[in-house]
């Protein structure tokens, strides 16, 4: 069975600047997918990034990069010039290649101060 | 257009009654999948859908919790003789296919609490 662990259940930064969210994972599979969802007070999940397990090149959208350590199992967000309204629940999320349920971390609460 | 909607948003319930919660996904996207999420937690896997077959049920924890889609559209997701641990938040989402190309788009939820 493949677990997510996210080690920082809270964080805060102030606008404009830069955060990184940890996220490791464990899995003795080779192929498989990695996510970052984005939850506000609303509720809805939002895709942010996805990362291919067989690609060594980082994904970027944006703001949002990921630090992807294939051998170490860690895949950190990173968001650069922050906004007020990235403040959310963030969760890093693994699909095993064929399979289609997500598996999600505990999540990291992140709040962006004007 | 349109997104996945769940309805009710809240539902409030005593413990040993039935609850029945809907799924409306986006129009066109032939897989469904529902989650439970409680306080303080990442969604926790319950059940897939292609088409109208459970293809994964895998997630539900006990024979309690049942899910239908029975024209590929609209899920249900029923529950029996509720229980307090039941409390959470029930998410659904939909794709277009199945794989991790095809997003998931989430809804906003149904928050169940059993008292």
Redesign the interface.
């Given at each position: 069975a493949q677990t997510?662990t996210q080690s920082q259940p809270e964080m805060s930064v102030q606008e404009a600047e830069t955060v990184t969210l940890s996220c490791t994972y464990d899995t003795s599979e080779s192929n498989y997918?990695l996510f970052w969802y984005k939850q506000p007070p609303?509720?809805?999940?939002?895709?942010v990034i996805?990362q291919?397990a067989y690609k060594q090149q980082n994904a970027t959208e944006n703001r949002f990069s990921v630090n992807f350590q294939k051998a170490a199992k860690s895949f950190s967000l990173k968001i650069s010039d922050s906004q007020l309204g990235d403040t959310a629940m963030y969760?890093c999320?693994f699909?095993r290649?064929g399979?289609?349920?997500?598996?999600?971390?505990?999540?990291t609460r992140l709040t962006i101060n004007p | 257009g349109a997104?996945v909607s769940q309805t009710p948003s809240n539902k409030v319930t005593e413990k040993g009654k039935y609850v029945e919660l809907r799924c409306d996904p986006i129009s066109g996207h032939t897989?469904l999948?529902w989650?439970r999420q409680s306080l303080?937690?990442?969604?926790?896997?319950l059940i897939?859908f292609?088409g109208t077959g459970a293809?994964?049920d895998?997630?539900l924890p006990n024979d309690r919790f049942f899910a239908v889609r029975p024209e590929g559209s609209v899920s249900t997701l029923k529950i029996q003789r509720t229980e307090r641990g039941d409390s959470a938040?029930y998410?659904c989402?939909s794709s277009p296919g199945?794989?991790?190309y095809n997003?998931?788009f989430?809804?906003?939820?149904t928050r169940l609490t059993v008292l």
């Open positions: 997510v997918y609303s509720r809805q999940m939002i895709l996805r291919e969760f999320a699909m290649r399979a289609q349920k997500l598996v999600f971390g505990q999540g | 997104g897989a999948y989650y303080g937690q990442g969604p926790e896997f897939y292609q293809a994964d895998s997630g938040v998410l989402a199945q794989g991790a997003e998931q989430f809804g906003p939820g």
